[in-house]
């Protein structure tokens, strides 16, 4: 059985199309500099390594069975009949992508932003990771998720699954609605990197006798605020490109999106900023970074179907949301998340997906709309974290995750890469962590 197909893309549209998720992999490269710049200098090199490897896995191994189980709406796929509806559960494609024509339709312009999507979550979860977790390690974690979990979720959302027939099937709106990933991109991701933080756990010196976690700073601001200004324009395509792609809306929408993902990202940084401000005198740069992108990660959701004043909101929670989340994080669940990657893209993806119920106007209308989010949200809780985190707790069981107590104090750079980042200055200083 098949959903019901995509129509054809004119020209223009494909044209459109293709040159918007070419811009997707500007995300990937401010991500990758957050994740750097918020880490210890003596792992800068690594951190930007482990990127590289982390999206090279991810491509590889979705070009192999991720597609398969992802696949297309139109495209052949598995069904369970439960009562009088069929849950269309996991797609049925060939692997190695055999039988794809990569001819600019529908379908192969998605394969190509699913190679760069499934690079981003992979790419998550190395901010939580950060100075501790093994390059081998990270590219075996990211294989699970871009050969299993991502595409599996992904397909209920944007494969005609079962999340995304939620409105034909019961009622509930338009069914489960994500425009441009703040789900399947940034949830799976987000609770990836919860699971590698609970696998890893914390840094050397992170929590001392005292109980106080220990502040060990960004070493590269400016790495971190450049990451957001490449983070703006790749989130661009990627919410304007999933607009066209999944959310079925025509080429005059891609202007709407635009807007509302400039404004959620504009007023979730300076909501940050201002919070900062107010509680420490001065306003904090990382942190402000990570509400910046804690905007966009929230605008994904129904970046094309909510007005600009609503957009406006998102990011105003969404800055505020990612601020006392990672505080929290930090201090209450003693979780030692290097890059904020839990509280930006778990929680600001959860807060996005839950504010298209909230907020966006609808083809079919509103009523149960709300509902249907939850239940995304439902299954990503209590289907997603689980997963990567059993997958990833077996994988640490054959092969451990977390770099040796000599490596970490060495630097990753040298451990497991046999080089410095930064070769000709001090990087190892030690002054700021208690013992």
């Known amino acids: 059985m098949t959903s019901l197909p995509v129509p ?47 999206i090279a896995t991810a491509a590889v191994v979705y070009f192999v069975c991720g597609f398969s189980w992802q696949g297309f709406v139109g495209r052949p796929a598995h069904f369970l009949a439960i009562g009088h509806a069929g849950w269309n559960w996991l797609a049925a494609e060939p692997f190695f992508m055999r039988g794809l024509q990569f001819d ?8 190509l932003l699913q190679l760069f999507s499934v690079g981003l979550a992979g790419l998550i979860p190395l901010g939580a990771g950060a100075d501790r977790w093994r390059l081998g390690a990270s590219c075996a974690s990211t294989a699970l998720l871009a050969g299993w979990t991502y ?23 338009s069914g489960f609605v994500d425009v441009g990933g703040s789900s399947t991109i940034q949830g799976v991701g987000g609770l990836t990197a919860l699971s590698i933080a609970w696998i890893v756990g914390p840094r050397r010196g ?41 959310a079925g809306v025509g080429v005059e929408r891609v202007v709407l999106t635009a807007v509302n993902t400039v404004l959620a990202a504009a007023s979730a940084g300076l909501t940050a900023a201002i919070i900062t401000r107010l509680r420490f005198g001065k306003p904090d740069a990382s942190l402000t970074a990570n509400g910046w992108i804690g905007g966009l990660v929230a605008s994904s959701a129904g970046c094309a179907f909510i007005k600009p004043a609503a957009a406006i909101i998102v990011g105003i929670v969404a800055g505020a ?6 505080e929290w994080l930090e201090f209450e669940l003693k979780v030692d998340d290097p890059g904020g990657a839990i509280s930006v893209h778990a929680l600001g993806g959860v807060w996005g997906i839950f504010a298209v119920g909230l907020f966006a106007r609808l083809p079919r209308g509103s009523a149960g709309q709300l509902l249907a989010q939850i239940v995304g949200i439902a299954t990503l809780i209590g289907f997603v974290l689980p997963t990567t ?30 080089a410095d ?7 190892h200083t030690e002054e700021f962590i208690q013992r």
Request: hydrophobic share 55%; aromatic share 12%; charged share 5%.
């Open 8 to 54: 054809a893309f004119s020209e223009t549209l494909t044209v459109l199309c293709l040159v918007l998720i070419l811009l997707v992999p500007l995300a990937g490269a401010g991500l990758s500099l957050i994740n750097t710049g918020l880490g210890r200098s003596r792992s800068a090199a690594h951190s930007m390594m482990a990127s590289l490897m982390v």
């Open 104 to 111: 600019g339709s529908p379908a192969s312009l998605a394969v």
């Open 151 to 173: 595409p599996l979720f992904a397909h209920w959302v944007w494969g005609g699954g079962w999340l995304a027939q939620l409105g034909t099937s019961y009622g509930l709106g």
């Open 206 to 246: 992170k929590y001392p006798a005292n109980g106080m976690p220990a502040a060990i700073p960004a070493h590269n601001a400016v790495f971190v605020l450049f990451g957001c200004l490449l983070g703006l324009v790749g989130w661009l395509g990627l919410n304007s490109a999933g607009a066209l792609l999944f």
């Open 321 to 326: 949301l990612v601020i006392f989340a990672i």
């Open 389 to 418: 985190y059993g997958l990833n707790w077996l994988l640490n069981r054959f092969f451990p995750q977390r770099v040796a107590v000599d490596g970490e104090g060495q630097g990753m750079d040298l451990h497991e890469l046999g």
């Open 421 to 427: 980042a930064y070769p000709e200055f001090v990087t």
